[in-house]
């Protein structure tokens, strides 16, 4: 079956006790057993709820995985992705990274002895130099938040799978919709379903998908021995949300590629980031291992982080706040928001200026956003002397 079937029907045949074409939100804590240790397969929804289950099989599905383990949020599920490390091992990780997934690395493993050397996500040889004999596991985003790098999962799951070293790949940007890992060679796929996937802004949650059996057991015991799950309410509202997954993705990435060429032209802008712009470095390798360019887009603009901020202060569709991935457009200033926890000078170095403005597109009118920004980026443009507010440019 195809994706968009996959998404409505995978985990989510219709109830066999009442018929029910959704699948129902079994809001209980723990189930009855017929004797001691003899279930019906749910003893305590810590451990499994039927709910949660439906939601596992189909994210399995479309990334196409054999099993999948929902978590309370993103950064739950990379924290389990990390817990199957030990004192003394190594992670390979892209430089372009969130903030969070950085400060897990930096301030929580690294304090039990598991260490990090960052390697330059556009480069996959800068992945080989870095490892080292210790190094069990490589972890990339691709594209890259902030700056919507991409890089060559089946280069460097090559290299690895050389090596016995595990690929983790963080999905968010891309959804399932657009980009599968475990294809191209990835063991491992994490995802915050808090953003595409639930599609919304009304939940967080997170999820991973394997297809190896060892590392899912193992997986499913920190899951469950952890406890970072998603309750029964969660798992359904990103349940339906997965249904119209396919639809709005190929809605944000209409939008973006519509606002990124733009963007592009903008004499207001110095730098757009975005894949599906063929001057963008990594376009032709997002060409070949996605099948759509997404919703994201990271944006420079001329001028001061004071100027940076008059435009967000401008903008009336894009809302000013942390997240991505909902319907509606959002915006945020990385450097103070999403990549705070960076220290400004390694922000600085990975190319995270103190203006750059990222974007997530949502699914509104494309001619309503663009002017929406033209009118925010005329009022910078103008503060500066520069060409008037009704110049054709803007247009």
Excluded: C
Excluded at 57 to 83: C, D, I, P, Q
Excluded at 156 to 166: D, F, G, M, Q, T
Excluded at 315 to 333: M, Q, R, Y
Excluded at 334 to 349: C, E, N, V, W
């Amino acid at each position: 079956m195809k994706f968009e079937t996959r998404a409505i029907h995978d985990g989510q045949a219709p109830d066999p006790v009442t018929g029910a074409v959704t699948v129902p939100v079994f809001q209980t804590s723990t189930f009855q057993q017929d004797a001691p240790g003899r279930h019906r397969g749910y003893e305590y929804a810590r451990t499994g709820n039927p709910t949660r289950s439906a939601l596992e099989t189909a994210l399995a599905s479309l990334e196409g995985g054999k099993h999948a383990l929902a978590f309370s949020s993103g950064v739950a599920a990379t924290n389990a992705v990390f817990s199957l490390l030990k004192q003394g091992d190594h992670i390979v990780a892209g430089d372009d990274l969130y903030g969070g997934t950085y400060r897990l690395l930096e301030r929580v493993f690294s304090k039990w002895g598991i260490t990090t050397t960052y390697a330059d996500g556009g480069d996959p040889e800068s992945f080989r130099r870095a490892m080292r004999s210790s190094t069990r596991l490589v972890w990339v985003e691709t594209p890259t938040n902030p700056l919507l790098k991409i890089v060559d999962i089946k280069a460097i799951a090559k290299e690895s799978r050389n090596r016995n070293v595990l690929v983790a790949v963080d999905n968010t940007f891309a959804s399932p919709f657009f980009q599968n890992p475990l294809s191209l060679g990835a063991d491992i796929v994490v995802h915050s379903t808090t953003k595409y996937i639930a599609g919304h802004s009304d939940l967080v949650g997170g999820a991973v998908v394997v297809n190896d059996d060892e590392v899912y057991r193992e997986l499913k015991f920190l899951q469950n021995a952890a406890g970072a799950v998603p309750g029964p309410w969660d798992a359904w509202l990103t349940l339906r949300g997965l249904k119209t997954l396919a639809v709005r993705m190929k809605a944000h990435e209409e939008n973006a590629l519509f606002l990124a060429n733009f963007l592009s032209r903008h004499p207001g802008v110095k730098r757009v980031h975005y894949p599906g712009l063929k001057s963008h470095p990594g376009h032709r390798l997002a060409a070949r291992q996605m099948s759509g360019f997404g919703g994201m887009i990271g944006l420079e603009l001329k001028g001061s982080l004071k100027e940076t901020d008059r435009f967000l202060s401008r903008l009336k569709l894009f809302t000013l706040a942390e997240s991505l991935g909902g319907v509606e457009s959002l915006v945020s200033n990385p450097a103070r928001m999403t990549h705070a926890s960076i220290p400004r000078q390694q922000r600085l170095a990975r190319g995270i200026a103190d203006t750059l403005v990222r974007l997530s597109v949502g699914i509104e009118n494309k001619a309503d956003l663009k002017e929406d920004l033209v009118q925010a980026l005329s009022g910078e443009t103008a503060a500066r002397g520069g060409l008037p507010k009704g110049s054709p440019v803007y247009l």
